[in-house]
Structure formats: structure tokens, C-alpha cells
């Protein structure tokens, strides 16, 4: 096998290996996958040049910084386009088994992102000159820029730039806070490029005008072996560095602590992340203002317009930016599965935990399992497809901690004041008899109503009722087998409201118990808890989803369009519901609740075990 090397100020870039759109999983949807790399070929311009500045990034500390690429090509054509490429050296010699090629030479990493060479110069295609901008994150290894012509679908390497890199590429980055165990535990999980070997990872934190402790963070990682299949363990590979978790315990409730990472080199030296905060949660059934945030199907998307950033996720970064902007008025936050649609491409994973690091340093950010993290053939998910791109779960059981008995199944309950939420899984089996049914009974069968009144169910897939397009066709109304075992446990524990992703919409039904509306209500809701409302908050980013013709008459609100819902707790009496678009952030569905005690403990249809007059 031949190896190419390139010379003026880089050592080596080969041409890659990428997953063709024809051969794209779950349609293709992720970027990545429409370019044809496979059938790349060398095409070396002399008079070529790629010049990317500054070449050290991040002086100041900074874990995020616009890099310049100038591009000068004696042969421009309109499909010609950059590809950032992390680590900036590739050796054929270092392809995995699984990467069969006819063609040499060979890399086998796929590209971060890419953009036409046209989408910032409207003039290359006739004088072959432009200037780019991409945003950087620090990723843990340096970069370089490959200019291709050919399009996506016949790509040829013209020229290759200079290496740039992070000042220290190996820095702690991105915290996500999530619940722990106990509800006066906060967990915090980052990514570094420092092994066991190499460190000792802990959380400097304290009161925020207290004194400060350290509490030490566990360590995982992961092997090109880990994966499933490809793309994840072939092109999409990238080395996901380390994971570290540390526990913050015996929190006071609502107190504000600050905290930073930290890592102490074994020669004595000690390497920080810049300073956070946040606050502790309420003491389970505390009677204060809570608010929570829920969605799903968010995945990412590129500020600098990488990646067909229009045509992929074009709602994601306006989900993100509107929770940000609304994030002192926010307490906790659950998204609901399909997280980064990194469908194998694990640098995406990166991509993601720095979009959403404004949100996940401060509040508590709470996932769920969904297919795109999840299935993978003779993998034990409930569904045999390839919508996790060989992912398999790994990335989402490393990358975000949940307070799970056993985070290889993604099903835990959480408690947050006067709420109780339960988490399922749908990626594994949840019909009557399994392991997963007896969790969401026992975890509905613990709320304390009287102390906390409201309670949530949540899972990524439909189990409940919802008139998209794909679930209308089907006659279904939601996933198969999904109510059959599910909706007496609704019925008997009185859930409030069940929430869903997986359909790209916005859906609000009736309170309602065996396909039936048991309230006329649309917009208050008082007394007797006697059904259960379904939605679905699938609008996080993702594409659209279109609903079916037909309007079923349990459906009350519909919305094609990004958005997420905002759940405000006043009291133990009194929940406000709303719709929130993404683009804007303007309301356009709400409803109110208002109940006693008593009203949830009052028997209705299949809720109450048989009495007897005796005395």
C-alpha cells in the first residue's frame, strides 16, 4: 500500500474513505455521508494553495475560535469544496481491517465538516480565489484543509493547507451537569484529552461564597472495537479522548455552588477549565417555582455554515440559542432521545457537547435513549436498524451520565421538587414481562403525590398517540405494542402528561384513557385526574415531519414546525403548560392544571383496586 506525503508546513494528508449518500444510513441523513470519498483521486495542483490562519488557536484559553482559510485554485469549478480534517496527518498504514479498499492510497477518517468553496465567494468559480471561515472546537488533535474538486460525489484532492491547533488541545471542555443518584446530588461530565496515566481529573467547587473542595471524577473510554459497525468503526472513527464524571454530594437545595474542572499532572502541575455554576436542585416536594424544559430530535448544526447547515438541522441551533437566551428562567432540561444524529460519525458527538455547553454547565441536562443512539443489528436494541450507524449506544452511555441502576439500559427515574419523572428506554424491550415494564411500574407506583404532585413519563418513540404521517399510514396512531401494555399503567398512577420524540412535530391530545377523550377541556384542566395527556415534542431541530390527512379526534394541537415545551410548576396545585416555537421563542399552545390532592387520589375508570363496604 502506497502513502503520498506533502510537504510546506505539513507532513501528510491523504485522500479519504467516506460512506457514499447511496449507502448512507437512515437515509442519508447525516452530512457526512453524502460525500463519495471512496472514490477520490489525486489531483495535485502546483499553482494550488490552502493557507488556514492563526495557526495556534485557543491563547487566551478559548475552546471555540474562527479560523480563516484562504484558497487559490488555477482550476475552479462550481463544485469545489474545503473538508476540515482532525488529526491533520493520516497514514494509509493505519486502517482498521474492517476498511476494504481496491483503490490505494487510503486514509480512513472522515472529514469534520465540509463547504463549498462557492458558499462564502460568489466570484471562485470564475477567478478561483476566496477566503473562508470555519469554527473550530477543540477536539483534541490539531487540523488541516483539504480542497477538493469533483463535487461530493467525484471528489479529487487539489491541495492541502498547513496544520493549525489548539494552544493545549488536551484541556478539559464542555461540562454537562446531569441529576445523580439523590436529590441533593449533581453530577458534572466532561471530555479531555488526559488518560489515567497521564492525570488525575476532580471538580474544584464550593458555595458560591463559600470554601472549596475537591471531589475526584471517574474515567472511561472507549476503542475502535466498542463499535458496532460502520460507520462508526471504520471512517466515522475518531478517537473520543476521555470521559470524566465526578459526583458533587450533600448539596443544600437551591444553593448556588461554582465549580471548575481540573486535572493534576503527575508533575505536580495542574491544568484548569474556566469557571462555572449552578444551582442545587429542591428538596423532593418542595413547594417553589420550577420550571422544565423538554424536546427531542435536536441533533447539531454549524454556525459557520458547514455541512448543508440549511438543509440538515436548521432548527437546532435556534432551539439551542432560545433555551439559552430563557435559561435564568429555567431549572432542568430532558431531551428525549436522538441527541446529535451523529449516526457514527463520533466527532459530531464533540460537535454537539460545545453547542450545547452554554446550557449543560449550568443546568442539569437529562437524556434519553433514542434510535439514532441506540440500534444496531445482533445488538440487543429492540429494533434491528442502522439508524445508530454502528454506534450501539456507546457514545450516549459514556458521553452523558444518567442516574440509570445500569447505564446499558437507558431507564431511570429522577425526582426534581414537585416533580417525579420516570424514563423509559424504547430502544429496549418495554411490553409486559420485562425487565423494563417492572421499572416503569415500580417508578410510577413511588411518586409521592402528596409531595409531588406531577408526574411525567418519558420516552424517545410514540408509546402513546400520535397522528404523524408515518404512524397515520400505518394505522397505529403510535408505535406497535406501544399502549397495549403501557396505558393501564398510565391510567392506574394517574399520570399527568406523557411525553415523546422520534415524530418531528408538535402534537397535544386530550386527556385520554383507551382512545377515548375523558375531558372536554382545551386549555384548563381541573378536579378529578381521569386520563392521561399525550405529547409529542419532536420538533427539536431535526427535519420536519408531516402529519397524516386524517385529524384523529383525540388530537387537539398540531404544529409542523422547531420548538420545545416549557413545564412551570407554581405549586403543588398549579402547572402551567406551554408550546414554545424556536424560532422566536412565542407561545402558541398552553394549558393550565389545577388539583388538589384529593382530585388525584379520587378513583376513576381501571385507576383504583376493588373496595368493600365492611367495616
Same mark, same amino acid.
Given at each position: $500500500? ?21 449507502? +448512507? ?42 479560523? !480563516? ?12 469544496? @474545503? ?19 481496491? &483503490? ?13 468553496? #462557492? ?66 446530588? $449533581? ?8 488518560? !489515567? ?8 467547587? +464550593? ?33 473520543? =479522548?476521555?470521559?470524566?464524571? *465526578? ?14 474542572? =481540573? ?58 440559542? $432560545? ?6 428562567? @429555567? ?13 457514527? %460519525?463520533? *466527532?459530531?458527538?464533540?460537535?454537539? !457537547? ?38 450501539? =449506544? ?6 452523558? %451520565? ?11 427515574? !429522577? ?25 416503569? &411500574? ?22 402513546? %398517540? ?14 406497535? $405494542? ?14 399527568? @402528561? ?47 415531519? #408531516? ?30 403548560? &406551554? ?13 393550565? @392544571? ?22
Amino acid at each position: $500500500m502506497r502513502c503520498f506525503t506533502f510537504e510546506s508546513g505539513v507532513a501528510f494528508l491523504l485522500y479519504l474513505l467516506l460512506h457514499s449518500a447511496a449507502g +448512507g444510513y437512515a437515509g442519508g441523513v447525516q452530512p457526512l455521508s453524502n460525500v463519495a470519498i471512496h472514490k477520490a483521486r489525486l489531483a495535485l495542483e502546483d499553482a494550488a494553495y490552502v493557507k488556514a490562519s492563526p495557526v495556534r488557536l485557543g491563547l487566551e484559553g478559548e475552546d471555540t475560535q474562527w479560523v !480563516t482559510v484562504e484558497i487559490v485554485n488555477p482550476k475552479p469549478t462550481q463544485d469545489d469544496w @474545503i473538508g476540515v480534517f482532525s488529526p491533520a496527518k493520516f497514514n494509509s498504514s493505519n486502517c482498521p481491517a474492517e476498511n476494504k479498499q481496491d &483503490e490505494v492510497p487510503l486514509i480512513c477518517s472522515a472529514p469534520i465538516k465540509y463547504q463549498f468553496a #462557492n458558499y462564502s465567494n460568489s466570484n471562485y468559480a470564475s477567478n478561483g480565489r476566496g477566503q473562508m471561515r470555519f469554527l473550530l472546537i477543540n477536539q483534541r488533535a490539531d487540523f488541516s484543509f483539504g480542497l477538493f474538486g469533483g463535487g461530493l460525489e467525484n471528489p479529487k484532492l487539489i491541495a492541502i493547507s498547513n496544520v493549525i491547533s489548539f494552544s493545549n488541545p488536551k484541556a478539559p471542555v464542555y461540562p454537562r451537569l446531569a441529576l445523580g443518584k439523590s436529590w441533593n446530588e $449533581m453530577t458534572v461530565t466532561w471530555t479531555s484529552g488526559y488518560g !489515567t496515566n497521564e492525570a488525575l481529573p476532580f471538580v474544584e467547587w +464550593g458555595p458560591k461564597w463559600g470554601s472549596l473542595t475537591r471531589s475526584p471524577a471517574g474515567t472511561l473510554t472507549f476503542n475502535r472495537g466498542s463499535m458496532c459497525g460502520s460507520p462508526a468503526r471504520t471512517y466515522g472513527w475518531r478517537d473520543p =479522548g476521555f470521559i470524566h464524571t *465526578s459526583f458533587l454530594k450533600e448539596l443544600w437545595p437551591n444553593a448556588e455552588y461554582t465549580y471548575k474542572l =481540573g486535572h493534576q499532572l503527575f508533575n505536580g502541575s495542574y491544568i484548569w477549565s474556566k469557571t462555572y455554576s449552578f444551582q442545587a436542585s429542591p428538596f423532593p416536594g418542595q413547594n417553589s417555582v420550577q420550571q422544565v424544559i423538554i424536546f427531542g430530535d435536536m441533533g447539531k448544526a454549524e454556525r459557520d455554515g458547514s455541512n448543508e447547515f440549511n438543509n440538515y438541522q436548521p432548527g437546532s441551533l435556534n432551539t439551542t440559542d $432560545m433555551i439559552v437566551k430563557d435559561l435564568d428562567n @429555567i431549572d432542568i432540561v430532558f431531551h428525549i432521545g436522538d441527541i446529535t444524529y451523529a449516526n457514527g %460519525y463520533l *466527532s459530531q458527538w464533540d460537535q454537539f !457537547t460545545a453547542q450545547v455547553e452554554p446550557i449543560t454547565s449550568r443546568v442539569p441536562y437529562m437524556v434519553a435513549s433514542g434510535n439514532h443512539e441506540r440500534d444496531w443489528p445482533n445488538t440487543g436494541s429492540f429494533y434491528s436498524t442502522l439508524d445508530s450507524g454502528g454506534e450501539c =449506544g456507546v457514545l450516549a452511555e459514556t458521553m452523558y %451520565y444518567v442516574p440509570a441502576e445500569n447505564r446499558a439500559k437507558y431507564w431511570y427515574s !429522577t425526582d426534581f421538587g414537585m416533580f417525579h419523572f420516570c424514563i423509559a428506554d424504547t430502544e429496549q424491550d418495554w411490553r409486559e414481562g420485562s425487565e423494563q415494564y417492572k421499572f416503569i &411500574e415500580q417508578c410510577l407506583a413511588s411518586a409521592d403525590r402528596k409531595h409531588q404532585p406531577w408526574l411525567i413519563f418519558i420516552a424517545h418513540r410514540v408509546l402513546g %398517540y400520535s397522528s404523524g404521517e408515518g404512524y397515520a399510514s400505518e394505522g397505529s396512531y403510535a408505535e406497535p $405494542m406501544g399502549r397495549e401494555s403501557l396505558q393501564k399503567l398510565w391510567q392506574k398512577y394517574r399520570v399527568d @402528561i406523557a411525553f415523546y420524540g422520534h415524530v418531528h412535530n408538535y402534537e397535544r391530545t386530550c386527556p385520554i384513557y383507551q382512545n377515548q377523550c375523558v375531558n372536554n377541556g382545551v386549555s384548563h384542566y381541573s378536579g378529578t385526574m381521569n386520563g392521561t395527556i399525550h405529547v409529542v415534542a419532536g420538533g427539536g431541530g431535526s427535519h420536519l415531519s #408531516n402529519f397524516g390527512e386524517l385529524v384523529p379526534s383525540w388530537s387537539l394541537k398540531r404544529d409542523v414546525d422547531y420548538g420545545f415545551v416549557k413545564l412551570t410548576a407554581f405549586n403543588h396545585s398549579s402547572l402551567l403548560f &406551554e408550546y414554545k416555537r424556536s424560532s422566536d421563542g412565542s407561545v402558541h399552545d398552553s394549558f393550565t @392544571i389545577s388539583r388538589d390532592y384529593r382530585d388525584v387520589l379520587a378513583c376513576v375508570h381501571d385507576s383504583c383496586s376493588p373496595t368493600t363496604l365492611a367495616t
